[in-house]
T-cell receptor, first 114, second 111 residues
Framework: DGGITQSPKYLFRKEGQNVTLSCEQN?????MYWYRQDPGQGLRLIYY???????QKGDIAEGYSVSREKKESFPLTVTSAQKNPTAFYLC?????????????FGQGTRLTVV | QKEVEQNSGPLSVPEGAIASLNCTYS??????FFWYRQYSGKSPELIMF????GDKEDGRFTAQLNKASQYVSLLIRDSQPSDSATYLC???????????FGTGTRLKVLA
């Protein structure tokens, strides 16, 4: 069953805790992305990776960290430095940088600070 | 900061009408433009993309691009209640891997 798997679907975090969101893909896509979506808002880019062992900051990288040790995996850690982490987090993949390369999305992780 | 602007709506249209969704972008380096549909609480799914000036049709959907005006639109013909969703516009820069999303337009198709 091909696709992008994000886990968990729902995640609750206490104040001051770090949490890691998982994103795994078996589409053999080179590029992977993390977006954050707040209620009634569009998607804001946190980090993206074009290739293994390389990644770039997006527009709202502060308080987040990522790694890309394997092509299939791009975990996102939400650190305690992220002051307002409650949001819907979406992982995406794309085949490359050519014009028609669409982004495919996972089902998302909804993170709530309690 | 590169900006993508969409009217947040809601845009209400009667069933069977044409829905017109608009998007303007600030980055002249944007080369291709993607339209995604997102149902409430779900992840976005691709409707279509366009990268040449003019119109591109796919079933009930037509994307229109005018690079000189930095404007892209999506027309939905014969709108159905199942088309009720938020529509996200996402330009992509030439030669990059970055998709920049607008805030989306919420469409309501009234039965």
């Amino acid at each position: 069953d091909g696709g992008i798997t994000q886990s968990p679907k729902y995640l609750f975090r206490k104040e001051g805790q770090n949490v890691t969101l998982s994103c795994e893909q078996n589409l053999n896509h080179d590029a992977m992305y993390w977006y954050r979506q707040d209620p009634g808002q569009g998607l804001r880019l946190i980090y993206y990776s074009q290739i293994v062992n390389d990644f770039q900051k997006g527009d709202i990288a502060e308080g987040y960290s990522v790694s890309r040790e394997k092509k299939e995996s791009f975990p996102l850690t939400v650190t305690s430095a992220q002051k307002n982490p409650t949001a819907f987090y979406l992982c995406a993949t794309a085949t490359g940088g050519y014009p028609g390369a669409e982004a495919f999305f996972g089902q998302g992780t909804r993170l709530t600070v309690v | 900061q590169k900006e993508v602007e969409q009217n947040s709506g809601p845009l209400s249209v009667p069933e069977g009408a044409i829905a017109s969704l608009n998007c303007t972008y600030s980055d002249r380096g944007s080369q291709s433009f993607f339209w995604y549909r997102q149902y409430s609480g779900k992840s976005p799914e691709l409707i279509m993309f366009i990268y040449s000036n003019g119109d591109k049709e796919d079933g009930r959907f037509t994307a229109q691009l005018n690079k000189a005006s930095q404007y892209v639109s999506l027309l939905i013909r014969d709108s159905q209640p199942s088309d009720s969703a938020t529509y996200l516009c996402a330009p992509k820069e030439l030669g990059t891997y970055k998709y920049i999303f607008g805030t989306g337009t919420r469409l309501k198709v009234l039965a």
